[in-house]
């Protein structure tokens, strides 16, 4: 699984530090680094985030310091936070980063143990075992999957079929929009008809406007109103690469 994560701050020793420490946990990818308060929201509200490591003390206009204004920014937008570890000098944020339920409050200069420490925390919160596995129920018949074993979900009409890694299909009778916000954030919609699951995209052709999938014959194809998406999915895979040539 691959947790995108945006760094606020205006401290470019600050910030190489936290990207050195997360270099050894190669699921984490930085998909942004914001320096005010605006520049977080924007990033935050596009790139949705699974972790933000946030400076109080970077400028906004609600406030001469950011301080959790960009909490309360948010809200008025979306549902779906991100989870915070805030990264700073001072220990002064801390009481307020409580209220606020932030996930983690680390000390400046950081360190890769108190790094660790939080990235633990996080996936002790978000990957509990029940949280891999879809219940798909009809008129008394309860068939249970694990999420990591979907490549693709594909809508047909009023109903979505799950393709799995092994080369079968469940059918599931939502739409695939009622899927689209449940799902862990790695799987991704690129097509009025398709989400994919990212961690299976072995190629993209942006000329034919299609992905191929590992254990998967078919090329998914990607519409031009979701080109950003599957731009954002490019650079993630590029940039968590061994090697380009």
Known sequence: MRYPY????????????????????????????????????????????????????????????????????????????????????TEKYAIEGIRNQVLDYITKPSKKTAVRKALMRYENRNNSSQDRTLCFKSYGDYRFINIDDVLYLK??????????????????????????????????????SYIINTNYVSRIHFGKAKCAIKNSKEMIPFSRSYKTKVEEIRDNLAQNSMIQL
């Open 6 to 89: 945006i760094i606020v701050d205006t401290d470019r020793k600050a910030v190489e530090s936290i990207q050195i420490a997360l270099e050894e946990h190669i699921d984490y990818i930085c998909t942004g680094i914001a320096k005010n308060q605006e520049e977080a929201v924007n990033l935050i509200l596009e790139r949705k985030p699974a972790l933000v490591f946030l400076e109080p003390e970077v400028p906004g206009t609600l406030s001469p310091i950011c301080s959790y204004f960009i909490i309360d920014e948010l809200k008025k937008y979306t549902n779906e936070l991100p989870e915070f570890i805030v990264v700073t000098e």
């Open 155 to 192: 809508a047909d009409n009023n109903t979505t079929d799950f393709v799995m890694n092994n080369g079968n299909t469940v059918e599931a009778y939502k739409t695939l929009k009622q899927f689209q916000n449940t799902l862990p954030k790695h799987f991704v919609r690129i097509h009025n």
